[in-house]
């Protein structure tokens, strides 16, 4: 469907009047992307009866210089330098009425390290224009001129393993709960416990901040209590993740340099302070030298649906450039949507350096990093003990596991349940390491070192047939096809 | 206590054998070995005392584990940890860390409190080991 270019050109392309979009130069099939321009991937579903070239023109237009009529202005600027172009449209495979619009946009659009400014374009009006039924953004291709303008993680994976000094395997956290309702006092008690019990870090939950229940700085207060006795007592450095989102960026900076006077490794954010508070927050951390944990509270309102809103793909490219150390990234086998491929490709996302085109991973662009620091993924949301050997095969090593129930549901405490997690580790990269078939030998492997942990054996036996096996709302549109061999 | 520094602490002492397969393993990766002992095992003493060079072109598990036993003659009183180094661009540095020997006794670390500026507090730990001096620390 990709036929020729239908801009006018010339003084008739400015008449006054109405428009196609097509026609003004938003569609440009012969048009080959520069090196340096930013690529857009949008999933269009247009109202019925609108021509998908036109709607996919209509977005190129309305997330750049476009308006919904000619405007002789325009020929005071350089303008076809300025106007996204839709080179390519594709059906998308198996969903009629869905097309996929790649949209280059020139550099020159964008203010440099500024998430807000591209995404004010981006996905600013044009996400509520009218001949649309739906619209997704799927993927980006930053051109690494742009990637060089953002500071990036402010401590990145390898800095962050050589200040923890733990290498080798994936780290271990616990998100503390009930998430609402402890006194920073019992609160404490549960980092402690975790911590001690074979955990290196603990995490605050999303909507944990100042409530009436629990103030900040008693929360602070005795989380690094437990983080210093557990250090003391075990000889390795530990973390919680200190939630300092806040009303304003005076507030969060106080909660942050609070944090950092009590000597904590680590802080959070919420993805819901928004783009702007969070590059603030990065550029603290890394002159603070704090890693910077990322909690995606809000994501799936606009990431889940396959037809509209933006996928998470997008959002860990962004939060990447932003300067977050930890995101959430999905788990694939607890509770939480995400299908393995689907997530593969957040995983990659977060960790390489270059990452090739995956369609099926849904990762439509080759996107080279520019030597930016790496982001750790973080699995969290109903996962135990008994899938470490799946979580190890799906996730890999650079990652940090989270067992909130997994461990402080554990029937014999939450010290117990840490260390059920943590020999479940241990064991299972040392047989890994060793050349074992891990992955189906999983539960073999748990069980041999389940006889010298009983806290792991009772880990397995409560927690032995949960899995959470629903349907993926959001999995890659394009399955591997077999290549003969030559 | 026991020090939980490591990719392994958790484990039962791993034997000889394990120790090798680890070793292959970080060989197989074209990681480089490093062998490092210390008698402070303060968790941020980054430094231990290395025992010769990380072994770039030493590519033999069972070279390697010699040099470990020579390592554990001299200073088996002490910790002995060995570690992989992956010279990668974008890495360059360790890959596995993890504990090959200890002490008999691990007597642990002391938690200092400096009760400062009202409710607020400056921890410190300190190896209860450095009480004594250098070399007479596990004696």
Known sequence: MNEQSMTVRGKDRYKSGVMEYKKMGYWEPDYVPKDTDVIALFRVTPQDGVDPIEACAAVAGESSTATWTVVWTDRLTAAEKYRAKCYRVDPVPNSPGSYFAYIAYDLDLFEPGSIANLTASII???????????????????????????????????????????????????????????????????????????????????????????????????????????????????????????????????????????????????????????????????????????????????????????????????????????????????????????????????????????????????????????????????????????????????????????????????????TANRVALEAMILARNEGRDYVHEGPEILAKAAQTCTPLREALEIWKDITFNYESTDSPDFVPTATPAM | MRVTQGCFSFLPDLTDEQITAQVQYCLDKGWAVNIEFTDDPHPRNTYWEMWGLPMFDLRDAAGIMKELNDCRRTYGDRYIRLSGFDATHGWESLRISFIVNRPKDEPGFRLQRQEVDGRSMRYTTVSYAVDRPEGSRYE
């Not at chain 1, 224009?129 to 690494?144: N, S, T």
């Not at chain 1, 009930?178 to 008690?189: A, E, F, Q, V």
């Not at chain 1, 490794?265 to 993805?271: F, K, R, S």
């Not at chain 1, 990093?369 to 470490?388: C, D, E, R, T």
């Open chain 1, 124 to 418: 600013g009006n044009v996400f509520g224009f009218k001949p649309l039924k739906a619209l997704r953004l799927e993927d980006m291709r930053l051109p690494v001129a742009y990637v060089k303008t953002f500071q990036g993680p402010a401590t990145g994976i390898v800095v962050e393993r050589e200040r923890l000094d733990k290498f080798g395997r994936p780290l271990l956290g616990a998100t503390v709960k009930p998430k609402l309702g402890l006194s920073g006092r019992n609160y404490g008690r549960v980092v402690y416990e975790a911590l001690k019990g074979g955990l290196d870090f603990c995490k605050d939950d999303e909507n944990i901040n100042s409530q009436p229940f629990m103030h900040w700085r008693d929360r602070f207060l005795y989380c690094m209590e437990a983080v210093n006795r557990a250090q003391a007592g075990t000889g390795e450095i530990k973390g919680t993740y200190l939630n300092v989102t806040a009303a304003t960026m005076e507030d969060m900076y106080e909660r942050a340099e609070f944090a950092a006077e009590l000597g904590s490794v680590i802080i959070m954010i919420d993805l819901v302070i928004g783009y702007t508070a969070i590059q603030s927050m990065a550029k603290w951390a890394r002159k603070n030298n704090m890693i910077l944990h990322l909690h995606r509270a809000g994501h799936s309102t606009y990431t889940r649906q396959r037809l509209h809103g933006v996928s998470f793909r997008v959002i860990a490219k962004w939060m990447r450039l932003a300067g977050v150390d930890h995101i959430h990234a999905g788990t694939v086998v607890g509770k939480l949507e995400g299908d393995p491929a689907t997530t593969r490709g957040y995983y990659d996302i977060c960790r390489q350096d270059f990452n090739k085109t995956t369609l099926e991973h849904g990762v439509f662009f080759d996107q080279h990093w520019a030597s930016l620091n790496q982001m750790m993924p973080v699995a969290s949301g109903g996962i135990h003990a008994g899938q470490m050997h799946q979580l190890l095969d799906h996730l890999g090593e650079d990652v940090v596991l989270q067992f909130g129930g997994g461990t402080i549901g554990h029937p014999k405490g939450i010290q117990a349940g840490a």
